[in-house]
C-alpha cells in the first residue's frame, strides 16, 4: 500500500509577506500603545507595559495611604494586566521568529528587529522610564559621595588621605576630582526628580535606606 508522502511547503515572497504582516500586527498588540478606557470615561493612549507600570503607580499610593482594599483589588488587577502582556508577548515574539526563520530558509535576509515598534511614548512607559533614571541619577549620586568619604568598609578614606596633604597641588586637583564628580551627580540627579515629578531625598542619597 502506497504511503502519501507530503510535500514540503514552498516558502513564496508572498508568504513571506504575509508573515511579516502578522508580526507586525502581533508586536504592534504586545508594544504598541492601544486606547485604554479610563475610569472618567475618558481614553487614554497605553501600552500593557504601560498600564501595569500606572498600576503600580496606583498600588504604592494605596499602600501608603493603608487602604487594604483597594490594595487588593489593584494587586488582582495588576496580575491580570501582567498575565495579558505575556500572552501577547509570547505570540508576538513566536511571530516575529516565525517570520524571520521562513525569510532565512528562502534566502531572503530581513531585519528581525523591523516588526517591532519603536520605543512606547505612551505616558505609563514615559513615567517608568523617568522614575528608573531618577534611581540611577540617584545611585550616580550615591556612588560619588561613597567614593569621596567611604569607598569600603577597611580603606582610609580618600577624603582624609587628601586634606592630610592639602598643600600638595596634586592632592587639591584630586580633591576637586572629587567634589566636582559629586556637583554633576547632585545636579544630574536634581533634573531626574523635576522630571519624575518628585523631590531629592539627600538623606537616602546620601545614607541609602535612611530618614526622609
Partial sequence: ?????????????????????????LCAAAYAAQPVQQPDGSTLLLCWNGRIARGYERLAAARAAKETAKVEALQKAIRGLEAQYNAAADVAERAAADWAAMAASAGVIVDAQEVYPPECQCEGC?????????????????DALYALLAPNS????PVLEMLDAIADETQRDRLWTYMKRIRDTGRAYIKACEAAGTRPNWRAAMWPGGEA
Avoid: C, W
Avoid at 514615559?126 to 550615591?142: F, K, L, P
Avoid at 577597611?154 to 578614606?157: D, I, M, S, V
Fill in 1 to 25: 500500500m502506497a504511503v502519501a508522502v507530503k510535500e514540503p511547503s514552498v516558502v513564496t515572497p508572498n508568504k513571506i509577506a504575509q508573515g511579516r504582516a502578522r508580526a507586525l500586527d
Fill in 154 to 157: 577597611f580603606e582610609t578614606p
Fill in 126 to 142: 514615559r513615567m517608568q522610564r523617568a522614575y528608573h533614571d531618577h534611581n540611577e541619577a540617584r545611585g550616580a549620586y550615591s
